[in-house]
């Protein structure tokens, strides 16, 4: 059965990156039997390549993608090194979780509505007697909004990933030596603690770099139009209603794959310097630094929290003049008019978030336990890949082989695309749980006369609950967030609350944008509340099962013995 399962995660997971991937190759050759061109041959590179302003475009992605995954890890450390260990951490952690489940197009509405032109900020700057200007982080022609967006949104994740990492390195004992060879709490941090913690999240940071080279959603909502970046660009190209061109998007596709590829190296070569190739910095005596970020978690708080009351102001704000602070006329009118049509959205995005997220726990408890019995696991690397390769990249290879399949399968393609993406994240979110459950439990159970499947549900899964209910929430999240997968396998035939937030994000009611990002923000946050209460419920009963245990005498001690 175990077997079975891995077979099942191989062919399902990571079989679809074979034709995700020649499905880019083949079109971008000009070779497309179902369009008509039989004849292989670059015609297409030309077409991409003589596109106005592709340039500009490869360059603006270039610079907000980059700069926002150096920001975003910029912003960790410094955090870390200022909070780690004190209460200030406890506060950073507690509001890790609240800002992770506000998934990013949702966080893009609420940026767009409080840093516009006529935005919360403006509003605020007008009120206080000064003068806002041009002030904007609106499609602005650099993508700094963009940039901006990117960061705060993904240093949580960061902080979140170093948590096991900064455990496991005993930073309290590497302080304590720092500190004894005369190094300072920066110094120690830079010299001692960086070398270290970097490498160990490597692949976090894979997966922020890569995300922000091909991120489209986000990138519609708050990123230039002229040029956009280049992942827009290639979906606007993969869009073009002449099939005839859609080499021309294989092309956009593979330079997007390529260039990810090329970024991925180049930052691996990058912190090979740093931590091992260049290590004369680490030891060159500089005992004493001073680094900044003791308020620095509180704009990365404070900027999240922000957008939900913008969103609540606006989605029922019927009247709101610039520069009033608040609405002058308020109504319900709006959600009334929505109510019908977001209830299906709902219905829709989590029936398959529940279907994908219950096909990628069941692979998921299916690799582990194959891995825990016959010592053979999925290599860390095949994981990562849907993670870590280009969103549009891989779907347009993937998209072009569902063409050869035949039938109008599209919410069957749509649930199969969310496991690909779900899989990885339920992987690594419970791949430390079974690596560090005690094993001698289910071999006392075996002991006692259970058989293997016996002992698996009725003592290493109670044990296992609390992770799995976050695992759960994790991977519902994940699906509610998926845009193009959902756009591009549904063919426009499955809407869910993401597409119809970002097809209404540019619209021109914002009252509307704000009751479907709102929403898109709020399925997601009530979710993670109810796996927390779930998984408190379960440790609850773990501890009073066994503190009930361990009142209880033993049976043979507890009974008088009868004698006749």
């Not at 399902?12 to 497309?32: E, Q």
């Not at 951490?89 to 800002?99: F, M």
Request: proline share 7%; net charge positive; aromatic share 12%.
């Amino acid at each position: 059965m175990l077997y079975l399962l891995f077979i099942a995660s191989l062919i399902i997971c990571c079989l679809p990156l074979v034709p995700g991937l020649v499905g880019i190759l083949l079109p971008a050759l000009s070779w497309l039997p179902m369009a008509g061109l039989n004849e292989p041959g670059f015609q297409a590179f030309g077409q991409a390549f003589s596109w106005p302003g592709i340039q500009s475009s490869v360059w603006l992605t270039l610079f907000t993608g980059v700069l926002s995954t150096l920001l975003a890890l910029i912003f960790t450390f410094l955090i870390l090194q200022k909070s780690w260990g004190s209460r200030r951490w406890h506060t950073v952690e507690s509001w890790l979780s609240p800002i992770l489940a506000i998934p990013h197009v949702a966080f893009a509405i609420g940026f767009a509505f409080t840093f516009s032109s006529t935005g919360m900020i403006a509003r605020l700057i007008t009120s206080l007697g000064g003068d806002p200007g041009q002030f904007s982080l609106l499609q602005d022609p650099y993508g700094l909004g963009l940039t901006l967006a990117l960061a705060i949104k993904e240093t949580p994740f960061l902080l979140l990933m170093s948590l096991s990492v900064l455990q496991q390195l005993n930073v309290s004992r590497l302080m304590a030596v720092g500190s004894g060879l005369g190094y300072n709490h920066a110094a120690t941090w830079i010299s001692v603690i960086l070398p270290q913690w970097l490498p160990r999240i490597r692949l976090p940071i894979f997966a922020v770099l890569a995300y922000g080279i091909s991120v489209v959603d986000m990138a519609m909502i708050l990123g230039p139009t002229r040029p956009p970046t280049f992942a827009v660009l290639v979906w606007q190209w993969f869009n073009d209603p002449d099939i005839n061109l859609m080499p021309r998007a294989a092309v956009g596709a593979l330079l997007l794959l390529l260039l990810g590829l090329a970024l991925l190296a180049l930052f691996r070569v990058f912190e090979w310097l740093i931590c091992r190739g260049w290590q004369q910095w680490q030891y060159a005596g500089h005992r004493q630094h001073h680094l900044p970020g003791r308020h620095l978690h509180w704009p990365l708080i404070l900027v999240p929290m922000m957008v939900i009351p913008v969103l609540i102001t606006w989605s029922v704000a019927l009247r709101w003049r610039f520069p009033d602070l608040l609405p002058s006329r308020f109504s319900l009118q709006f959600w009334q008019q929505e109510t019908a049509f977001v209830a299906e959205l709902i219905a829709t995005s989590l029936l398959i978030a529940a279907i994908s997220t219950l096909i990628a726990l069941i692979l998921t408890i299916g690799c582990l336990e194959y891995r825990e019995k016959t010592g053979i696991g999925l290599p860390g690397w095949l994981i990562a890949m849907p993670m870590v390769l280009p969103q549009v990249s891989l779907l347009f290879g993937i998209q072009v082989t569902t063409y050869l399949m035949p039938g109008q399968h599209h919410l069957l393609w749509v649930v199969w695309s969310h496991v690909l993406f779900v899989f990885p994240y339920l992987y690594l979110a419970l791949d430390g749980p079974w690596r560090s459950f005690d094993r001698r439990y289910t071999q006392t159970a075996s002991s006692l006369g259970l058989s293997a499947l016996e002992a698996w549900w009725r003592v290493k899964r109670p044990m296992l609950m609390p992770a799995m209910c976050l695992a759960i929430a994790v991977g519902c999240s994940v699906s509610l967030a998926q845009y193009l997968p959902t756009l591009s396998l549904g063919a426009g035939r499955v809407s869910s609350l993401t597409t119809e937030a970002v097809a209404l994000a540019s619209g021109q009611d914002r009252r509307v944008s704000a009751i479907y990002g709102l929403l898109q923000g709020l399925v997601p946050f009530l979710l993670f509340i109810i796996a927390m209460l779930a998984s408190r419920y379960y440790q609850t009963k773990m501890t009073a099962e066994k503190t009930t245990r361990n009142s209880e005498p033993h049976v043979l001690i507890r009974e008088k013995p009868h004698y006749k």
